[in-house]
């Protein structure tokens, strides 16, 4: 199974959106709503901030927004604030009834 | 407030064994799936296996299939995870996860394992 591919970085000034895109195939991000992003900043653990390709946990911001096209799911994140700049990754469950990641995109706030 | 704790880390040569453990607290971990998640030293996340909160769905990545073994204690609330015939790339922080709805909802801090000779 291969890992889901997301640029490895992104940039934005604060008060901007930036997106990262997380591409797979039918079998996996496009072929079920069970795409989910975490953040990770740097020597701890990753959070969980987006599921099921757009919904939010408890506590997450709505700056944070999950979005897909085809075999394409997205996170947005708006008004950048300098506490963003983490590593973003992307996850799906897939046919094959596993899960795979993305390689991880490091955000920068300028 | 969940938490989870991993214990059962450190160096170990190629081709040798350990187990990991995982203690669960703050939830009902005898309805929770829940999965192993490592993480290479500056590289990214990989999922490695998953455990159904009955034991009635096990799933492990095509890396460790065959060599690893994921399985759980309700009463205990604890989840293992047992590592055989390590290899150098097996190297990595391995957490403990909850899962919700497809995603992985609460991390553990990790124990680091270590394969060198």
């Known amino acids: 199974q291969s890992a889901l591919t997301q640029p490895p970085s992104a940039s934005g000034s604060p008060g901007q959106s930036v997106t990262i895109s997380c591409t797979g195939s039918s079998s996996d991000v496009g072929g079920y709503n069970q795409v989910s992003w975490y953040q990770q900043h740097p020597g701890k653990a990753p959070k969980f901030i987006i599921y099921e390709v757009n919904k939010r946990p408890s506590g997450v911001p709505d700056r944070f927004s999950g979005s897909k096209s085809g075999n394409t799911a997205s996170l947005t994140v708006s008004g950048l604030q300098a506490e963003d700049e983490a590593d973003y990754y992307c996850?799906?469950?897939?046919?094959?009834?596993?899960?795979?990641f993305g390689g991880g995109t490091k955000l920068t706030v300028l | 407030q969940v938490q989870l704790v991993e214990s059962g880390g450190g160096v170990v040569q190629p081709g040798g064994s350990l187990r990991l453990s995982c203690t669960a607290s703050g939830l009902t971990f005898s309805r929770a799936g829940m999965h192993w998640v490592r993480q290479a030293p500056g590289k990214g996340l990989e999922w490695v296996a998953f455990i159904q909160f009955d034991d009635s769905r096990k799933n492990y990545a095509d890396s460790v299939k065959g060599r690893f073994t994921i399985s759980r204690d309700n009463p205990k609330n604890t989840m293992y995870l047992q590592m055989n015939s390590l290899r150098v790339e097996d190297t990595a922080l391995y957490y403990c996860v909850k899962g919700y709805s497809y995603g992985f909802e609460d991390w553990g801090q990790g124990t680091l394992v270590t394969v060198s000779s």
């Open positions: 996850s799906s469950h897939t046919a094959s009834r596993i899960w795979v």
